[in-house]
């Protein structure tokens, strides 16, 4: 039986649907050069940004154990269909695609408006994203959807579990666990640690060559590309300033304690 | 010409990269130590696919192409090469004989299973007195009723303890010299069919090596390979493949040199520098560094005819000799810039110059190889 969901209509089916959010992010063994106030773009290598991978994980797992339908999707300009490839190799069933040149200077928010147009077209229970980029490290999508969509934010969980329409994650806290609980629909971040991604199988890969990705632009998603203005400005960009600092120690002037001390608290 | 990978091969490298890092490289040092066949990695790589790259799909395999499979055998070859001698001999020699020279029968009943790790393979071509030259072979196959009955040995067989089912090569027609060798597939159990282990060897530690017996051994009709008579052509076809595993495996031991002595060389200080800061030093990484490309590229060059269906036997030769014996340079060099603990098994290194050697000997040694490339070049050929 075929059992069409609308978010706030009750289910009969116990079934998650799942909407996993990917970015592409440089590999982080890659050397980035700084152009102007962004990063110079060619010759780096692209990856899935890690913590979207326990995304698209934690979305497998979820499917095999409740059953339902795990849709990628990514937004941005050029590039996106060899993140969209690795999650279809990965399992996925599903891969969306808003690919749009109006992309390219739009900020956080402006990428979180597009995914939740896009998202509340489509019928879900669960969003995951990543907790954060690896690149730009904002953490801003996750909550802004969940903002957007007006519904609740669990960010950076270590663990879930799933039980009908309730949930309960763990979220690492100084010094500790913390567990909270909510119902479906929500969106979760994902923290490196919440599970081990799998590899994807050769045939896995050789199916996701053949998956279609869906297209989507911001024309048929209803935005205006200059709607998109970054209320947010990049003033600059600057490479990490490395400071050696070397201790000398002295036989003569310190102590065989203070020397055992300084010792200990470098191993 | 286009020197990207595509999407695809990009991913079969992610997952085989990882795959060689987070299992294979952990235990390596150990299995290669213990002489310890590496059974969990191989149960582990079945469900990846890496026992059936380039096999179609219908038969169990992931219906790559050669450059992905070429990917495939440089990483498992990084983190293994005893590993990746059995994949090549499962998937190279032995599944790929019978997907093209075997029944369809033969295809169906054990393709899946070898593709699925149920079943292991092994190919059995040389013997006691006929290693560079198979031709003379003496394993003698003689027809009764519907089979043929094999009696002779083999030696140096990979996995031929441990394999379910051999491709096994025989004399059937002594008279018609090397036109009388004919291939059979053997399967284990079968009554007057034995093996003995080859244990001590230099390298490839973790691989089983054996000799196998053939005494008045039945094979039923239904287990002949291609034609009576076919049988060298269809060895040396095997090789075609075989090699060119063989060569990206040496790649797979250049890059491994390379990262290991690049690593090494930035935190070791003599003289109050990083060796790597010493000309010396950087002569032979930057040597390794080029071996190791132009390597990859020839195994490139003769995946890429693999793909297009073009014939490649000297292609895969130049890929397959250059390859194994850079491999041994730069493992030798990457334990000279390890210097005394490149000589213990705290490093790779070590392994890797064991495991290299043996490349420039199997599926054709060196000279073989240059007489086949010799043979092409000057139209006159110096062994028959
Ligand atoms: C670890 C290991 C695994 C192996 N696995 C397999 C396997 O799975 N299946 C299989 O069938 N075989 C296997 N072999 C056997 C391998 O293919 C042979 O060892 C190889 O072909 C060389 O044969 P040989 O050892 O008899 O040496 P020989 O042929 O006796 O050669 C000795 C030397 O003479 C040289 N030589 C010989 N003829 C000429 C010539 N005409 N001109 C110039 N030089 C020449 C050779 O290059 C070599 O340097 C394996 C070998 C090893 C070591
Ligand atoms: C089995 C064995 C037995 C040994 N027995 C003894 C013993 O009985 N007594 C003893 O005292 N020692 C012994 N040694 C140690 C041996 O002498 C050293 O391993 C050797 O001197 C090299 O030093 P190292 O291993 O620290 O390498 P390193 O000095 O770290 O050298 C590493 C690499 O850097 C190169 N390198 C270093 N400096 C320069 C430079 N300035 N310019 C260019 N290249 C450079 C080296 O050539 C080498 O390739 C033994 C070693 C082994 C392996």
């Known amino acids: 039986m075929i059992v069409r969901r609308r978010r706030g209509i009750l289910r009969t089916s116990k079934n998650v649907d799942i909407i996993v959010c990917l970015k592409r992010v440089p590999d982080t063994g890659a050397r980035v050069e700084i152009e102007g106030t962004g990063v110079r773009e060619e010759g780096l290598d692209w990856v899935l940004n890690p913590y979207d991978e326990f995304g698209v994980e934690e979305a497998l797992k979820i499917k095999a154990a409740h059953g339902g339908k795990v849709t990628v999707i990514t937004a941005g300009a050029p590039g996106g269909e060899d993140v969209l490839r690795k999650a279809l190799a990965m399992g996925v069933d599903e891969a969306v695609y808003i690919k749009d040149a109006g992309l390219k200077g739009a900020d956080d928010h402006g990428v979180s408006r597009v995914l939740a147009k896009a998202i509340s077209r489509t019928p879900f229970d669960l969003i995951l994203c990543g907790k954060q980029s690896t690149d730009a490290q904002a953490g801003y999508v996750g909550g802004a959807l969940a903002g957007l969509l007006g519904i609740p934010l669990v960010s950076a969980i270590r663990e879930l579990k799933i039980s009908g329409k309730s949930f309960e994650a763990g979220r690492e806290v100084e010094g500790g666990v913390e567990t909270v609980e909510a119902t479906l629909p929500a969106v979760l971040t994902a923290e490196k640690g919440l599970n081990e991604p799998r590899y994807p199988a050769l045939a896995g890969i050789m199916r996701a060559k053949k998956q279609e990705i869906k297209y989507l632009d911001l024309p048929s998603l209803g935005i205006n590309p200059e709607e998109l203005e970054n209320p947010l400005k990049r003033v600059s960009l600057t490479y990490p300033s490395i400071e050696r600092k070397g201790k000398v120690l002295n036989a003569d002037s310190g102590s065989i304690k203070e020397f055992a001390g300084f010792i200990k608290s470098i191993i | 010409m286009d020197f990207e990978l595509t999407p695809e091969q990009k991913l079969v490298r992610e997952t085989a990269r990882k795959f060689a890092d987070q299992e294979i490289i952990p235990v390596a040092r150990e299995n290669d130590a213990l002489e310890r066949f590496p059974w969990d990695l ?41 590993l990746r001698t059995i994949i090549s001999v499962q998937v190279s020699l032995a599944e790929h004989t019978i997907l093209k020279w075997g029944t369809e029968e033969q295809r169906q009943n054990y393709l899946p299973k070898l593709c699925g790790g149920e079943y292991l393979g092994c190919f059995g071509l040389t013997e006691p007195g006929a290693g560079s030259d198979p031709a003379s072979m003496k394993t003698a196959a003689a027809r009764k009723g519907d089979g043929w009955v094999l009696n002779g040995s083999k030696t140096w067989i990979s996995t031929g303890s441990l394999a379910n089912v051999a491709v096994i090569f025989a004399q059937a ?52 390979v291609g034609s009576p008579g076919e049988g060298l052509k269809i060895a040396l076809d095997a090789l075609d493949n075989g090699r060119f595993g063989v060569a990206a495996g ?120 240059k007489l086949i490339i010799g043979e092409n070049i000057l139209g006159v050929r110096a062994f028959v």
Do not use: W
Request: net charge positive; aromatic share 10%.
């Open chain 2, 42 to 82: 191989i149960k582990k790589m079945a469900p990846l696919g890496f026992l059936g790259a380039t096999v179609p799909e219908k038969y169990g395999g992931a219906g790559l192409d050669y450059i992905s499979d070429a990917i495939i055998f440089e990483e498992v070859g990084r983190g293994c090469s005893s």
């Open chain 2, 173 to 224: 027609d002594p008279s018609k010299g090397y036109k009388g060798i004919t291939a059979f597939l053997v399967e284990k159990g079968t009554p007057g069919f034995s093996s003995r282990d080859i244990t001590g060897k230099m390298g490839l530690r973790a691989a089983n090596t054996a000799q196998l017996f053939f005494e008045d051994c039945f094979i039923p009709g239904k287990n002949l």
């Open chain 2, 250 to 369: 040496c790649v797979g031991i250049m890059q491994g040199c390379v990262d290991a002595c690049v690593k090494y060389s930035k935190e070791r200080y003599q003289f109050g520098r990083p060796i790597a800061s010493f000309q010396l030093v950087q002569d032979m990484i930057a040597r390794m560094c080029v071996d190791m490309d132009a390597a990859r590229l020839l195994v490139y060059r003769a995946g890429h005819l693999k793909n297009r269906g073009v014939r490649n036997t000297i292609e895969t030769s130049m890929a397959k000799y250059f390859a194994s014996e850079a491999a041994v340079r730069a493992a030798t060099d990457a334990i000279q810039v390890h210097g005394g603990y490149g000589y213990s098994n705290e490093y790779p290194v070590e392994r890797y110059l064991r495991d290299a050697k043996v490349a420039t000997i199997y599926e054709g040694t060196s000279q073989i190889q």
